[in-house]
């Protein structure tokens, strides 16, 4: 997480240091929405994505989320819908497994080479909000649409073990790119 934090402040701040901004392309906003295991539920904020030269910018502006780190993900389809996962309705199963247009198999860093849908996580404050950009250097917009953005339950350590697709669990919000 330390190195991410790093990287992620290393290229934020170099690019608004040279007067860059993360508007340079139209901003898109993505309205992210609980999800649980009868469908989506209430709005919990929105993710406003800019383009900027290192990459794509999301801008959370999320609330009413458990405190703590969380997984963040582009999944392969454009749903929000429950589906039965293990023999039991879940939430927002019609996503997909993260997006891996290269078929990678590979859970992996968002400046790695695994799934081109492997995103920095969210940080959610103690208040249960989520105001903390994340920096994904291998996307552009045009990857972006017909995909969903998923919130996971729980934190992302970028690896398959202990915990498969890195142990983010549960999806908890969700949100489509048109």
């Known amino acids: 997480m330390k190195k991410l934090s790093t990287i992620l402040a290393i290229g934020l701040s170099m690019g608004f240091a040279n007067g860059l901004s993360a508007t340079a392309v139209a901003n898109e906003t993505i ?3 609980a999800v649980n295991d009868k469908g989506v ?16 910018v999301f801008e ?6 458990a405190p703590g780190m969380h997984g963040f993900h582009m999944h ?20 997909g497994g993260h997006f891996d247009p290269k078929n990678t198999q590979a859970h992996g860093e968002p400046w790695g080479e695994g799934h081109l849908g492997d ?3 969210l940080y959610v404050t103690q208040a249960g909000e989520v ?22 339950a ?9 915990k498969k697709l890195g142990g983010g669990g549960a999806r908890v919000a969700c949100g489509l790119f048109k």
């Open 119 to 121: 995103l920095p996580p």
């Open 41 to 56: 539920a209430e709005a919990v904020g929105e993710i406003e994505v800019s383009e900027s030269q290192y990459g794509l």
């Open 31 to 33: 309205t992210m929405n």
């Open 154 to 162: 729980d934190g992302d350590n970028f690896a398959d073990q202990p």
């Open 76 to 95: 392969a389809n454009a749903s929000c819908e429950p589906g039965k996962k293990e023999g039991k309705m879940a939430a927002a199963v019609s996503a």
């Open 60 to 65: 959370p502006a999320l609330k009413d989320m």
């Open 131 to 152: 105001d903390q950009p994340v920096l994904a250097p291998r996307l552009t917009m045009k990857d972006l649409k017909g995909h969903a953005f998923i919130v996971h």
